[in-house]
């Protein structure tokens, strides 16, 4: 069964990169099985996708944030990484790594998330 | 891009008592391409359904699925104390992935 593990800082000053990374086990990142992905939750809100990529190196991305996220994948740790530029307070959320299925394109497993808040 | 908006915001109900859960999406959702979460708080979502009807691993047959086009449901047949959560839908298409707003079922 796979299971995922997010980290990164819980606090980002604004107009700085939010960093996360997400090590995945139970399976092979490399595997054409899975979307590895990541989804956020303001505090008090709903979910908000954000990205994911497939093992092939193939990106997808929210359009309200596509302009300054980056998703990739590092095959040999076994991890893949989040990085959102020019962070303002309305990014402060929980962030959530999550995989989906390449067959029904759901979340199946999700890391625990991290709560990351964005203040001087 | 295609928008999902759940229904209600709240529903309010006793224990044992019925849910039903509607979630209305702005374009045709390939059937396939459409989830259910619960998530409680301080948890990440899990997921209950996927398909549109078909209930995920360890997932209670009290909870299913229905739906097709741009109108799908989610019912708890009788309400258990640990289904008073959020739910979320969950939508796949056009190379994007996008949730509803969620319903909150809280005890009346």
């Known amino acids: 069964q796979l299971q995922l593990q997010d980290s990164g800082p819980g606090l980002v000053k604004p107009s700085e990169t939010l960093s996360l990374t997400c090590t995945v086990s139970?399976?092979?990142?490399?595997?054409?099985?899975?979307?590895w992905g990541w989804i956020r939750q303001p505090p008090g809100k709903g979910l908000e996708w954000i990205a994911n990529i497939y093992y092939s190196g193939s990106t997808y991305y929210n359009p309200s944030l596509k302009s300054r996220v980056t998703i990739s994948v590092d095959a040999f740790k076994n991890q893949f990484s989040l990085k959102l530029r020019s962070v303002t307070a309305a990014d402060t959320a929980v962030y959530y790594c999550a995989v989906s299925g390449s067959n029904y394109r759901n979340f199946d497993y999700w890391g625990q998330g991290t709560l990351v808040t964005v203040s001087s | 891009e295609i928008v999902l908006t759940q229904s209600p915001g709240t529903l309010s109900l006793s224990p044992g008592e019925r849910a039903t859960l509607s979630c209305r999406a702005s374009?045709?959702?390939?059937?396939?391409?459409l989830a259910w979460y619960q998530q409680k708080p301080g948890q990440a979502p899990r997921l209950l359904i996927y398909?549109?009807?078909s209930r995920a691993t360890d997932i209670p047959d009290r909870f299913s699925g229905s739906g097709s086009g741009t109108d799908f449901s989610l019912t708890i047949s009788r309400l258990e104390p640990e289904d008073f959560a959020v739910y979320y839908c969950?939508?796949?298409?056009?190379?994007?992935?996008?949730f509803g707003q969620g319903t909150k079922v809280e005890i009346k």
């Open positions: 374009q045709s959702v390939t059937s396939s391409y």
């Open positions: 398909g549109a009807s």
């Open positions: 969950q939508q796949y298409g056009s190379s994007q992935w996008t």
């Open positions: 139970g399976d092979s990142i490399s595997s054409s099985s899975y979307y």
